[in-house]
């Protein structure tokens, strides 16, 4: 049998440095269920322009969609923990029909997320404090992220494209 050949130069430097994908991985959890670092969302969600602008884009779709919940101008600017339940849950039946209701703020609504495969960690302990100056821009920037995965949809749907299975994992 032939002896193993000696490691060569291509091979040393291939193992130096993971490979640049590795570092844009949208996993949230390793091997064995354990957490990872989640990435920063790039977006400028402490700009009061795309606040202003996402909360604009969740309301209108929530108003052609007949959401009978609460809408006024506080509801998507700080809003409470029931408002922004009563929200997430209308997106997230439309997102997920067969779905079972939201419990929990500070479980489930990072479960939903993961199963929607959003790209960026959205905290527990922001879901304690919904409605804070500190905590509301990366839930408001989740919700319109929402928005845009069901206007997608609704869209690939229309056109005879792939439309279903958004939580297909």
């Known amino acids: ?11 040393e430097h291939s193992s130096a440095a993971p490979p640049a994908s590795t ?6 959890t390793a091997p064995g269920g354990a957490p990872l670092p989640a990435r920063a969302d ?8 795309f606040q202003a602008e996402c909360a604009r884009s969740v309301g209108a779709y929530l108003t052609a969609r007949g959401y009978d919940g609460p809408l006024g101008p506080k509801t998507l600017s700080s809003p ?32 939903l997320l993961r199963r929607l495969r ?18 509301w821009p990366p839930l408001l920037a ?7 995965l069901l206007a997608y949809r609704e869209a690939a749907a229309a056109s005879g494209g792939v439309g279903g299975g958004l939580a297909a994992a």
């Open 118 to 135: 959003y790209p960026f960690a959205i905290s527990r302990t922001a879901l304690h404090s919904i409605g804070s100056s500190h905590t």
């Open 42 to 49: 790039p977006r400028p969600v402490s700009d009061r322009a």
């Open 80 to 111: 409470t923990t029931k408002e922004f339940l009563a929200v997430m849950g209308f997106l997230a039946r439309a997102a997920d029909p067969a779905g079972k209701p939201l419990g929990r703020p500070e479980d489930d609504v990072p479960a």
């Open 23 to 28: 570092t844009t991985s949208t996993t949230t």
């Open 1 to 11: 049998s032939p002896s193993p050949s000696p490691p060569t130069a291509g091979a």
């Open 142 to 148: 989740a919700l319109a992220w929402m928005v845009e």
